[in-house]
């Protein structure tokens, strides 16, 4: 069975960091593109950050770039986001998703998709 899986998510004070995995099962990452999507309460899902692991091309939207870093474990067949320098605006649940097409993942029109993991961020 083919799954996603985040984990890592909590509550965590600003200015605090977290770190989120996404493990994958029943494929690997291998040919895939993986992305952080966020979703707060009210608002839209955005996007967070993308890894092509063909290449290692990554994005990083604007609100998170200098403060988040995607990566992957090969061998582990899982994909990080480290997030440091939280503020309560990255208040969230945030989840993984993983398609072979960059552009359906920037999309968000990934084929794979966890169920998510709440971050929140206290002042």
């Known amino acids: 069975e083919v799954q996603l899986v985040e984990s890592g998510g909590g509550l965590v004070q600003a200015g605090g960091s977290l770190r989120l995995s996404c493990a994958a099962s029943?494929?690997?990452?291998?040919?895939?593109?993986v992305g952080w999507f966020r979703q707060a309460p009210g608002k839209e899902r955005e996007r967070v950050s993308l890894?092509?692991?063909?290449?290692?091309?990554?994005y990083y939207s604007d609100s998170v770039k200098g403060r988040f870093t995607i990566s992957s474990d090969n061998a582990k067949n899982t994909v990080y986001l480290q997030m440091n320098s939280l503020k309560p605006e990255d208040t969230a649940v945030y989840y993984c998703?993983?398609?072979?097409?960059?552009?359906?993942?920037?999309?968000?029109?990934?084929?794979?998709w966890g169920p998510g993991t709440q971050v929140t961020v206290s002042s």
């Open positions: 998703a993983a398609d072979p097409s960059f552009l359906l993942v920037l999309g968000q029109k990934a084929v794979y």
């Open positions: 029943g494929f690997t990452f291998d040919g895939y593109v």
């Open positions: 890894i092509d692991r063909r290449d290692g091309t990554t």
